[in-house]
């Protein structure tokens, strides 16, 4: 079977550009995470998705949105890109929102530089 | 508020040896699951093991055991007869039964494996 899927797995943008990062989950799995990991740090939550609709969102700027499709597939935006977005951007996916003892399972992540 | 500690930026091992990786959490609800990832060079966060706060034994996956020490408010990890490929980064990471689409992270412990 196959695992959680990101696309690109490395990308490099200029500042101010926008950037779209896509995730495809687990079949079966309803529910899609997106984490930023800056270098040297421990993955941050962006946003959770859940049955399409948005259910959690980490501390970060509008700039910042998701999507998830009727195929449990997400994409990440990313617009007026910064320096400071350089990172990898890692997706999760998980059967359900409320199972505290279920280990999301996460995808190799992309890669994303910006300059 | 809500927060992991992993106080051990790099440790090594030698091969065939036990290694333990220090976790402290803190949380206010009681009702909370505890993990831990490898994390590769390739990025993958790879899930091992799992510890929920109502749990009254220590949980074990093969070669990973967790050492749950509920009022000191820690969840090391021990990994036994240590291999080269346990090599990696190491993160523990929470989330309470409040919210629990959302991983806490901590910043990571280096594991060096020495042949």
């Known amino acids: 079977d196959a695992g959680v899927t990101q696309s690109p797995t490395h990308l490099i943008k200029t500042r101010g550009q926008h950037v779209t990062l896509r995730c495809s989950p687990i079949s079966g799995h309803k529910s899609v995470s997106w984490y930023q990991q800056v270098l040297g740090q421990g993955p941050q939550f962006i946003f959770q998705y859940y049955e399409k609709e948005e259910r959690g969102r980490g501390n970060f700027p509008d700039r910042f949105s998701a999507r998830q499709f009727p195929n449990y597939s997400s994409e990440l935006n990313v617009n007026a890109l910064l320096l400071g977005d350089s990172a990898l951007y890692l997706c999760?996916?998980?059967?359900?929102?409320?199972?505290?003892?279920?280990?999301?399972?996460f995808g190799s992540g992309t890669r994303l530089t910006v300059v | 508020a809500q927060k992991i500690t992993q106080t051990q930026p790099g440790m090594f091992v030698q091969e065939k040896e036990a290694v333990t990786l220090d976790c402290t959490y803190d949380t206010s609800d009681p009702s909370y699951g505890l993990f831990w990832y490898k994390q590769p060079s390739s990025g993958e966060m790879i899930f091992l093991i799992y510890q929920g706060s109502y749990d009254q034994q220590n949980a074990t996956e093969g070669r990973y055991s967790l050492n749950f020490q509920k009022a000191r408010k820690s969840a090391n990890l021990v990994i036994s007869a240590s291999q080269l490929g346990d090599s990696a980064m190491y993160f523990c990471a929470m989330r309470e039964g409040r919210g629990t689409y959302k991983y806490i992270f901590g910043t990571g412990t280096r594991l060096k494996v020495l042949a």
């Open positions: 999760a996916s998980s059967p359900n929102r409320d199972s505290l003892n279920y280990g999301y399972t």
